[in-house]
C-alpha cells in the first residue's frame, strides 16, 4: 500500500458543483495533513492545513478522519478558477519533517 | 510570496554531462528540498536538508548530490547527467515549525 494515495480523476463538474476529495495514507502515526493546490506547468501551493477538528476556509473544508487514515477536501460551489491538481499531503511522523506527497486529484471545472 | 527562487530555469544538456540546479532562498528558512516531479509518479524527494552542511537522501537519490555551505543556498547536483533525469525540478524551503512548505518555480530540465 502506497503512503498516500489520491484518485488521480479527473472530476470534471460543472460550475457551481460541489466536489469532494479523498486522501487516504497508510501510517497511522501521522501527525500533519494539508492540501496543496497545483496549477497547470507550476510550483504546488498550500491550500490549507488540515486539523483534527476539522477547518473551513471560504468555501473550501477539510477534515481529518484518523480512524479510518483519510482526508477530505471539499469545494463547494466550484468556480472555473478552481481548475487544477490538488495534492494531499502527510507528514512522516518521527520528529523530521518530511513530507509525503500523493500524486493529486485532477480537478476540472468547465461552463 | 516566499522569497525563493531558481536557476537555471530551463536547461537542455546531453547525457553524461554534470548539471547544476540551485536553489536560493532569502527567509533564512531552516529546512530545503529537492524534489523531482514527472507524470505519473507525482512529487519524489531526492535529498533535504535541515541545516548547513547536514543533509539527507530522499526515497530517489540515486545519481544526485546536494550542497549546502550557506543557509540561503541548495545546490543539486546530477553527477552524470542521464535521459531518465528528464524531469521538472522543484526546490522547497519550511521553516522552523517545519509545518508548511513554500516552493520554487521549477527548472525543467531535458536530458538528450
Known amino acids: 500500500r502506497k503512503e498516500v494515495e489520491q484518485d488521480p480523476g479527473p472530476f470534471n463538474v460543472p460550475e457551481g458543483a460541489t466536489v469532494a476529495f479523498n486522501c487516504t495514507y497508510s501510517?497511522?502515526?501521522?501527525?500533519?495533513f494539508f492540501w496543496y493546490r497545483q496549477d497547470c506547468r507550476k510550483e504546488p501551493k498550500l491550500l490549507m492545513s488540515?486539523?483534527?477538528s476539522g477547518n473551513e476556509d471560504g468555501r473550501f473544508t477539510a477534515q481529518l478522519n484518523r480512524a479510518s487514515q483519510y482526508i477530505s477536501l471539499l469545494i463547494r460551489d466550484s468556480k472555473l478558477s478552481d481548475s487544477a491538481t490538488y495534492l494531499c499531503?502527510?507528514?512522516?511522523?518521527?520528529?523530521?519533517?518530511?513530507?509525503?506527497f500523493g500524486r493529486g486529484t485532477s480537478l476540472i471545472v468547465h461552463p | 510570496d516566499a522569497g525563493i527562487t531558481q536557476s537555471p530555469r530551463h536547461k537542455v544538456t546531453e547525457t553524461g554531462t554534470p548539471v547544476t540546479l540551485r536553489c536560493h532562498q532569502t527567509?533564512?528558512?531552516?529546512?530545503m528540498y529537492w524534489y523531482r516531479q514527472d507524470p505519473g509518479h507525482g512529487l519524489r524527494l531526492i535529498h533535504y536538508?535541515?541545516?548547513?552542511?547536514?543533509?539527507d537522501k530522499g526515497e530517489v537519490s540515486d545519481g544526485y548530490s546536494v550542497s549546502r555551505s550557506k543557509t540561503e543556498d541548495f545546490l543539486l547536483t546530477l553527477e552524470s547527467a542521464t535521459s531518465s533525469q528528464t524531469s521538472v525540478y522543484f526546490c522547497?524551503?519550511?521553516?522552523?515549525?517545519?509545518?508548511?512548505?513554500?516552493f520554487g518555480p521549477g527548472t525543467r530540465l531535458l536530458v538528450l
Open positions: 488540515v486539523y483534527s
Open positions: 499531503v502527510v507528514n512522516r511522523p518521527g520528529g523530521s519533517y518530511i513530507p509525503t
Open positions: 501510517n497511522s502515526a501521522s501527525q500533519s
Open positions: 536538508s535541515y541545516g548547513v552542511k547536514d543533509t
Open positions: 522547497a524551503i519550511a521553516g522552523g515549525d517545519a509545518e508548511t512548505q513554500y
Open positions: 527567509e533564512n528558512h531552516r529546512y
